[in-house]
């Protein structure tokens, strides 16, 4: 019965409100985030095009070439270490809520991640590439016909140690293409 009220609560969500938004449109922008497991702040860019009102597909990039990170497993400081960070995800948004000013719904999707530790001597002491699955929230608010803020909340599961809580804020331009 729960799942059925949740189900009928979105439908009447996105379909009762007022979808205006502009299908095939790309969206170009930069954003900055804070991740939960290192000291620091990423930034990047951000590519989106909306498929239809109701959904959108992004390809984003966030990076810190030098993002400190401290491992809560020891107190020797000898463990605090810097880390070059460099991550591309493709995410698909799905907008549950689509009005001329506020979009916002769930998204799902990938990211990739390459990251070198380096000791507190300069010393690489573990790199890697890994792979994850993002769950997560977007909104986006239109400032201008062309102009929009957007924001969110992503956590990326990629391995134990290297998943991670995002929350993003970024800024962007449309471009209508028909």
Same mark, same amino acid.
């Given at each position: 019965?729960? %799942?059925?009220?949740?189900?009928?609560?979105? +439908? /009447?969500?996105?379909?009762?409100?007022? !979808?205006?938004?502009?299908?095939? *449109?790309?969206?170009?922008?930069?954003?900055?985030?804070?991740?939960?497991?290192?000291?620091?702040?990423?930034?990047?860019?951000?590519?989106?095009?909306?498929?239809?009102?109701?959904?959108?597909?992004?390809?984003?990039?966030?990076?810190?070439?030098?993002?400190?990170?401290?491992?809560?497993?020891?107190?020797?400081?000898?463990?605090? %270490?810097?880390?070059?960070?460099?991550?591309? +995800? /493709?995410?698909?948004?799905?907008?549950? !809520?689509?009005?001329?000013?506020? *979009?916002?719904?769930?998204?799902?999707?990938?990211?990739?991640?390459?990251?070198?530790?380096?000791?507190?001597?300069?010393?690489?002491?573990?790199?890697?590439?890994?792979?994850?699955?993002?769950?997560?929230?977007?909104?986006?608010?239109?400032?201008?016909?062309?102009?929009?803020?957007?924001?969110?909340?992503?956590?990326?599961?990629?391995?134990?140690?290297?998943?991670?809580?995002?929350?993003?804020?970024?800024?962007?331009?449309?471009?209508?293409?028909?």
């Amino acid at each position: 019965m729960k %799942r059925l009220l949740l189900i009928a609560l979105i +439908s /009447v969500c996105a379909f009762s409100s007022n !979808i205006q938004a502009q299908s095939n *449109s790309l969206t170009v922008g930069a954003k900055g985030a804070y991740q939960s497991k290192y000291k620091g702040f990423l930034y990047g860019l951000d590519l989106s095009y909306r498929v239809s009102p109701l959904f959108e597909v992004s390809l984003s990039g966030l990076m810190n070439p030098k993002i400190f990170n401290e491992d809560k497993d020891f107190n020797d400081p000898a463990w605090d %270490r810097d880390i070059s960070f460099y991550s591309g +995800s /493709v995410d698909l948004r799905f907008y549950l !809520i689509n009005s001329d000013l506020l *979009s916002t719904g769930p998204s799902l999707g990938a990211q990739y991640i390459n990251f070198k530790s380096k000791d507190m001597n300069g010393i690489t002491v573990d790199d890697g590439s890994l792979f994850g699955f993002n769950i997560g929230w977007h909104a986006q608010f239109m400032v201008t016909e062309n102009f929009q803020i957007n924001g969110g909340w992503r956590y990326t599961n990629a391995k134990e140690e290297q998943s991670y809580h995002a929350i993003y804020l970024g800024v962007g331009y449309t471009f209508n293409l028909f």
